[in-house]
């Protein structure tokens, strides 16, 4: 009997957990698993901000997805997609062609630039490892090209948006920058951090109390906010912004956009219908007229009891990627029950560099403080084991021993 064809795409957050979830099944049926991933690894998004700045390493961040999945059970393909067709239930990488009978689609989310003139040209962005080790290795090259100069002037890095990933990358490069400044014997305070946000407070995702706690423990560490500021151009050394009618141009030696996100660009060239690259999923999970294809992860957008779509975070990745495989495993049981995603609140954390956070917890309490950033190291753990049980969090706890 030929063996059904399960395809996961994307060992991300989403993409890990539905395949080893997969793996470590009962499944009465003849299958055959394929993760198709990018890279041989598995990387945590939600560390990328320390990766920038420099304090994590790439292998602080990575797991060997070798390490991790067991490929007797698991064919591991090192690839790039290039296309997904739904209809002749294909995919197509840069290696070669994979058909599927089920299709579990993990692909992350992508920059949206909102089409403002220069960003794709000239910011640098943490979306990926990739650049966030490509931001990380441009912030060096400034500062010692900069010790190289008078320093008579000062440098200024604009942190483009003041959500979630703006305000914890500011913190991290807030306690980072003065170890490399020492390093180079540059005096810290030549160094200017400035963020644009749109709205009129900075972490709209979190109440007004805790966007205020958030900016002014970032002022106390010199870093200057321009809010309700729109972002008209940018270009190789300045950027031009609009705020209360008034158009400006400022100075700018770095430029990092975190304040766009959109799904991923081959779910549209799928001919599946979106919203900015997501996938409005049916109730469990799968794609609207492709009852083989589930959609999960930061592609698939999924709408809370008031009709409001759920913001992409790790948590909430995870949670889709175990419901679309309980779906999956009822379908493949011959059953016709679903079970419909409901996202379960677990509290959220943002971490201000490594000694504060501010964060709420599942029933809704506003924390902060330095307690709270020991709990995001907790949370850390708590995602990993989420993931790949104790496993994963031994493997991270042996790496990172000495620091956490």
């Not at 001919?271 to 999960?296: A, C, H, N």
Request: charged residues 25%; glycine residues 8%; contains cysteine.
């Amino acid at each position: 009997m030929t063996p059904l064809k399960i395809v996961v795409l994307g060992a991300g957050y989403a993409g890990l957990t539905a395949i080893l979830k997969l793996q470590h099944a009962k499944i009465e049926q003849s299958i055959e698993l394929t993760l198709i991933n990018k890279h041989q690894y598995h990387y945590q998004t939600s560390w990328l901000h320390r990766n920038a700045a420099g304090s994590h390493s790439v292998n602080d961040t990575i797991f060997d997805l070798k390490d991790i999945l067991d490929l007797q059970k698991v064919n591991l393909i090192e690839a790039s997609v290039t296309d997904i067709d739904p209809k002749q239930q294909i995919i197509k990488t840069d290696s070669g062609a994979y058909p599927y009978d089920y299709l579990i689609i993990g692909l992350g989310s992508e920059i949206d630039s909102f089409q403002i003139p220069g960003l794709k040209e000239h910011a640098y962005s943490i979306t990926t490892l990739t650049r966030a080790m490509r931001l990380h290795q441009r912030i060096l090259t400034i500062l010692d090209e900069y010790r190289q100069t008078s320093m008579s002037r000062d440098l200024q890095f604009v942190i483009g948006g003041g959500g979630f990933t703006g305000v914890v990358l500011l913190g991290e490069l807030t306690e980072q920058l003065p170890i490399l400044c020492a390093e180079r014997g540059i005096d810290y305070r030549k160094i200017k951090l400035l963020s644009i946000e749109y709205e009129s407070t900075v972490l709209p995702e979190f109440d007004l109390e805790l966007g205020e706690y958030a900016m002014q423990q970032l002022e106390n560490r010199r870093v200057e906010f321009k809010l309700g500021t729109k972002i008209k151009s940018l270009n190789s050394n300045s950027i031009k912004i609009e705020r209360s009618g008034i158009v400006e141009d400022l100075p700018v030696d770095l430029f990092v956009w975190t304040a766009g996100v959109r799904g991923n660009h081959l779910i549209e060239q799928a001919k599946i219908p979106t919203m900015l690259g997501r996938v409005e999923v049916e109730q469990d999970l799968t794609v609207p007229g492709y009852p083989s294809i589930y959609v999960i992860g930061d592609v698939a957008l999924v709408k809370d009891p008031k009709g409001r779509a759920y913001l992409p975070n790790a948590d909430i990745a995870i949670q889709k990627a175990k419901t679309a495989v309980d779906n999956l495993l009822l379908k493949l049981s011959g059953s016709d029950e679903i079970i419909p995603f409901e996202f379960k609140n677990k509290g959220t954390i943002a971490s201000i560099g490594a000694k504060d956070a501010i964060g709420v917890t599942a029933n809704g309490r506003r924390i902060f403080g330095r307690p709270v950033a020991y709990l995001k190291k907790l949370s850390d753990y708590q995602f990993l084991y989420e993931i790949g049980g104790w496993k994963l969090v031994r493997m991270q706890m042996k790496k990172r021993s000495s620091i956490d």
